[in-house]
């Protein structure tokens, strides 16, 4: 965390639990010793749903967070080179850095965009 507060950077809680969320589906994707956890992270479970608004399951928060389908997830997360970027890419635009956005901010007030 010294490293953030020195570059000025501010972590969400929110992009720190979605960050864990989509490093854990890699993990969990990767792993071939069993197939709980992908029964598990695929939320195939013969449990009826109770009354109201239906919730996300798992695979269906991740796939908002990344804008890939299941098949595309469980694909690009068996590389971990590539699942990094993605979990990167996909987390960046929640982490603030506090001198860009003073800077963005400044920028518009001098040109008149407020």
């Not at 792993?31 to 195939?44: H, P, R, V, Y």
């Not at 109770?50 to 694909?75: E, M």
């Amino acid at each position: 965390m010294e490293v953030l507060a020195e570059t000025g950077t501010e972590r969400t809680l929110l992009s720190l639990v979605k960050e864990r969320r989509l490093k854990y589906i890699g993990h969990a994707e990767r792993n071939t010793k069993t197939d709980l956890m992908k029964t598990i992270f695929e939320g195939k479970t013969e449990a009826k749903r109770g009354r109201g608004r239906p919730s996300l399951s798992y695979v269906d928060q991740v796939s908002k967070a990344t804008g890939l389908k299941l098949q595309s997830i469980s694909q690009k997360s068996q590389d971990r080179v590539i699942w990094r970027g993605i979990v990167k890419s996909s987390c960046a635009a929640e982490n603030i850095n506090h001198d860009d956005a003073a800077r963005v901010w400044v920028t518009g007030l001098v040109l008149g965009e407020r």
